[in-house]
């Protein structure tokens, strides 16, 4: 990996879309550190200790609120938006051509997804300001609304820092983003682990245990998200004039996680919702009982995690992946699965194929992003970089290694993949 970098640096394009993607995370991390227009520093100060760990939708979105800044909500309304557009995208049919319509239409909803974040930051940033009342130097309405309009602002610089990300830089912006906040809350995490085995012999053993854990559970995640399933596919010969064409065989490859990292931030968004709504109000007791049964570390919560990650790992497989489309496709250009006949019966293996392989490494991910909850069961310790986070770092990582070996076999340098 080291001479991928080495040999990355060395193109100057490639070096520069580097140095603007850390450019980027530098500002993102800067923004964290500037406060809310009107809120009492010190009481920030004594409540630190109290607000320092957050639920883990908060270190995906922005891992701000412990910090009380401008950029308190991150890139947690861009990513709701997002899924609402992916439902909207199979319940309204103009929406689902505009998909369809390529370039132009995902121009237009993505147009449409910026406009809804704005509205959800709104009310978003209206909940947090309530939230933060009994923080603010003064109580005027002024004070109040240029909080609203400071908040809506950092996460529209958030949502536009991420598509640059996207457009000039390495990779996708917002898993950058959601990368670098997941990284930047880590060494908390290792404190309270070193902390944690510095008290007996017993709480070192616990300690090595976990570590272990936490290995496999990496080992794993690698796994999975390399892990492809291998369609064979023959192409027919093609006579043209006294000249034969295709006739090849190749393979579609299908991986076993396609949503990947994209199913476990949709579930934890729909998870973390009431705890949104009680930004707003202030939550009477029954509603308090459905935010605690809600969170993962409760038995419930945790069983319904596990099944939004697995119905949001099929939702999103079956946007990106068409069988129907692919045995057109394939049915077009005289290519056919050796055993399959053309047309239906390839688009009904295809289907058979993909869910069962998506079964596979949605319950694989599932059990991965137990882990952290499954530890703090076990040993009641909050371990904030296991399971889920591990997942979405180790998944960001690869993609950005990817995007840049594919910059360098387009200049004719051999990259990391292929050793």
């Known amino acids: 990996m080291l001479k991928l970098f080495i040999n990355?640096?060395?193109?100057?394009?490639?070096?520069?879309?580097?140095?603007?993607?850390?450019?980027?995370?530098?500002?993102?991390?800067?923004?964290?550190?500037?406060?809310?227009?009107?809120?009492?520093?010190?009481?920030?100060?004594?409540?630190?200790?109290?607000f320092s760990t957050g639920t883990l939708y908060n270190v995906i979105a922005g891992g701000y609120n412990s910090r009380w800044s401008i950029m308190a909500m991150g890139i947690g309304p861009y990513i709701t938006a997002s899924i609402i557009m992916q439902l909207l995208t199979v319940a309204i049919p103009k929406i689902e051509q505009l998909h369809k319509e390529g370039e132009e239409g995902r121009k237009k909803?993505?147009?449409?997804t910026r406009y809804l974040t704005i509205v959800l930051s709104i009310i978003q940033g209206i909940g947090v300001t309530f939230?933060?009342?009994?923080?603010?130097?003064?109580?005027?309405?002024?004070?109040?609304?240029?909080?609203?309009?400071s908040l809506v602002a950092g996460t529209a610089l958030v949502m536009w820092l991420a598509e640059q990300i996207t457009a000039k830089g390495l990779s996708n912006g917002s898993s950058m983003i959601i990368f670098v906040n997941i990284v930047s809350n880590m060494p908390s995490g290792i404190?309270?682990?070193?902390?944690?085995?510095?008290?007996?012999v017993a709480s070192i053993i616990k300690v090595v245990a976990i570590l272990l854990i936490l290995i496999v559970d990496l080992v794993f995640i690698v796994y999975i998200n390399q892990g492809e399933r291998r369609i064979p596919v023959q192409y027919s010969a093609k006579m043209a004039g006294r000249r034969t064409f295709g006739g090849q065989g190749t393979f579609m490859p299908i991986k076993v996680s396609t949503a990947g990292v994209i199913a476990i931030i949709?579930?934890?968004?729909?998870l973390q919702f009431p705890e949104v709504i009680s930004q707003f109000v202030t939550p009477g007791p029954t509603f308090q009982k459905v935010i605690e049964v809600l969170r993962m570390t409760h038995p419930v919560g945790a069983v319904l995690y596990i099944v939004l990650i697995l119905f949001f790992s099929y939702f999103y497989t079956s946007i990106v992946?068409?069988?129907?489309?692919?045995?057109?496709?394939?049915?077009?250009?005289?290519?056919?699965?050796?055993?399959?006949?053309?047309?239906?019966?390839?688009?009904?293996?295809?289907?058979?194929?993909?869910?069962?392989?998506?079964?596979?490494?949605?319950?694989?991910?599932?059990?991965?992003?137990?882990?952290?909850?499954?530890?703090?069961?076990?040993?009641?310790?909050?371990?904030?970089?296991g399971g889920t986070t591990l997942i979405i770092v180790v998944g960001v990582c690869l993609d950005l290694v990817k995007s840049i070996e594919s910059q360098l076999l387009m200049r004719h340098y051999k990259g990391f993949l292929q050793n």
């Open 191 to 200: 404190t309270a682990l070193v902390q944690y085995g510095q008290t007996d």
């Open 131 to 149: 939230s933060y009342s009994s923080m603010f130097l003064t109580d005027s309405v002024f004070i109040k609304i240029y909080c609203v309009i």
């Open 109 to 112: 909803i993505t147009t449409y």
């Open 266 to 270: 949709f579930a934890l968004s729909l």
């Open 8 to 50: 990355s640096w060395k193109v100057k394009e490639i070096r520069n879309k580097l140095l603007y993607t850390l450019l980027i995370l530098a500002i993102v991390r800067l923004g964290a550190h500037i406060a809310i227009p009107g809120i009492d520093v010190v009481s920030i100060k004594a409540s630190q200790e109290m």
């Open 321 to 385: 992946i068409n069988p129907n489309e692919i045995a057109e496709n394939m049915k077009k250009n005289g290519g056919f699965i050796p055993g399959i006949r053309p047309g239906q019966p390839t688009s009904a293996f295809i289907s058979r194929v993909v869910n069962r392989i998506t079964l596979i490494g949605a319950i694989v991910f599932a059990c991965v992003a137990m882990v952290p909850v499954i530890l703090q069961w076990v040993f009641g310790l909050n371990v904030g970089f």
